[in-house]
């Protein structure tokens, strides 16, 4: 069946390239230009393509309800210059977002990655891997090119946390909760430091550092890891 993605933008133009775009590529849409709208057909979507800026709120909230009972994927839609509301939204739990102007295709493949990351079933104990890098949870074995890395901890869980998600760009203050737990004070900076030496393992395994992407001004995503 048809995945349903509400289309939650207050401007006409934008709403309907990405209807058009989406509905071309077999995709059921409704569109939604008020908060109101969206949260009338919120529970009916299998996907949202969130505006944040709406004349009668704002899409974080839609974006908070949207993470309670069945969680629904969502991604933002994002003003050009607007970081903070990149960073906001994935620290509340967006799976992806694009930056405006974006072609209705990125729109496209953004819907399809994201659909089919949250809809691959969830291994308990599966063995993560990338290209030539896998990591074991159980057995806490991180191996490059049948190599086994020499990882401290910080870079393990790193490593695991974005191999568990798949190219989903989390942010360094989701990294430091994962790594290190809530509460835990770390800069941004350790995060940075923590990457660059992961990296340069990586690299000495002659796996390419650029596994781990730098997302600018975000923060880390996976990458597609070419062999080096
Ligand atoms: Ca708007």
């Known amino acids: 069946m048809a995945k349903r993605i ?5 401007e006409a133009a934008i709403a309907e390239s990405v209807e058009f775009a989406l509905e071309r590529d077999g995709f059921e ?9 969206a949260r009338a057909e919120l529970p009916t979507a299998d996907l949202v393509v969130l505006d944040l800026m709406l004349p009668d709120g704002s899409g974080f909230e839609l974006l908070a309800e949207s993470r309670r009972g069945r969680r629904i994927p969502v991604i933002i839609l994002s ?6 509301d990149r960073v906001s ?32 079933p969830p291994e308990a104990h599966a063995v993560l891997a ?3 890098v896998e990591v074991d949870r159980e057995t806490r074995r991180a191996v490059a090119n049948g190599q086994e890395l020499e990882l401290t901890r910080t870079e393990f869980e790193l490593l695991a946390s974005l191999l568990e998600t798949e190219g989903r760009v989390l942010t360094r203050a989701v990294l430091i909760e994962r790594i290190f737990g809530d ?17 340069k393992k990586l690299s000495d395994a002659g796996v390419d550092p ?15 890891g070419e062999a080096a």
């Open 6 to 10: 509400l289309i939650v933008e207050d």
């Open 29 to 37: 849409t409704v569109r939604a230009p008020t908060l109101s709208k």
């Open 79 to 84: 003003s050009r210059d607007d970081e903070l």
């Open 89 to 120: 939204g994935l620290e509340m739990g967006a799976d992806d977002y694009v930056t405006k102007p974006f072609s209705p295709r990125e729109v496209v493949a953004r819907v399809r990655a994201v659909l089919r990351r949250t809809e691959a």
């Open 130 to 132: 990338a290209s030539e």
């Open 183 to 199: 509460g835990y004070v770390v800069t941004d900076r350790t995060i940075d430091t923590h990457v660059k030496t992961l990296r």
């Open 210 to 224: 650029n596994l781990v992407e730098t997302v600018r001004g975000v923060g880390y995503r996976l990458g597609r």
